[in-house]
């Protein structure tokens, strides 16, 4: 496993057919660390925020949504996916699986969202258009197969029948 080097720039922001996506700019290996998600932590969910504790929302920077800036707080334009090449370890993006130089970096929103705060029907093609609400919602299979890559405030608030 590789440690992420401190400001290296590992992922670029591109357009995709559905709006833009994360995209690698080099390739990686199960576990390597691509990105660290910083911003602002709130305690409810927004459209662009992920969840990283019970009641911790991390929040892009506000000063890179007012601006659209695409390289600060680049980590917003991660696009779900059922059949993720990523998944969050703390505020860590880390490759499921290896990832090739410009392979766009999708992770599962239900392995680190309670309950979205905008839920959707998914596009990402690994999936029947199921639609992504959060852990909270997901039935015993769903959670069992995601629980090697869901966040510990998850299965810690499911364990404890706040689900």
């Known amino acids: 496993m590789h440690a992420l080097q401190q400001g290296t720039t590992n992922a670029t922001v591109r357009n995709?057919?559905?709006?833009?996506g994360l995209f690698a700019h080099a390739a990686a290996a199960?576990?390597?660390?691509?990105?660290e998600?910083?911003?602002?932590?709130l305690a409810s969910p927004s459209v662009y925020s992920v969840q990283v504790g019970e009641q911790e929302h991390l929040h892009p920077h506000r000063d890179a949504l007012a601006n659209d800036d695409t390289e600060r707080s680049r980590w917003r334009f991660l696009n779900h996916s059922c059949d993720?090449?990523?998944w969050m370890d703390g505020r860590t993006l880390r490759a499921r699986r290896a990832i090739a130089p410009g392979e766009q970096l999708t992770f599962d929103y239900n392995c680190t969202e309670w309950s979205m705060d905008t839920p959707f029907d998914c596009a990402c093609g690994a999936c029947n258009g199921s639609q992504v609400r959060g852990y909270a919602h997901l039935d015993a299979d769903a959670r069992a197969r995601r629980d090697a890559h869901a966040a510990p405030h998850l299965r810690a608030r499911a364990m404890h029948g706040h689900a």
Do not use: Q
Request: aromatic share 0%; net charge negative; with cysteine.
């Open 30 to 35: 199960v576990g390597d660390a691509i990105l």
């Open 84 to 86: 993720p090449n990523c």
């Open 16 to 20: 995709t057919p559905t709006g833009c």
């Open 37 to 41: 998600v910083d911003g602002e932590v």
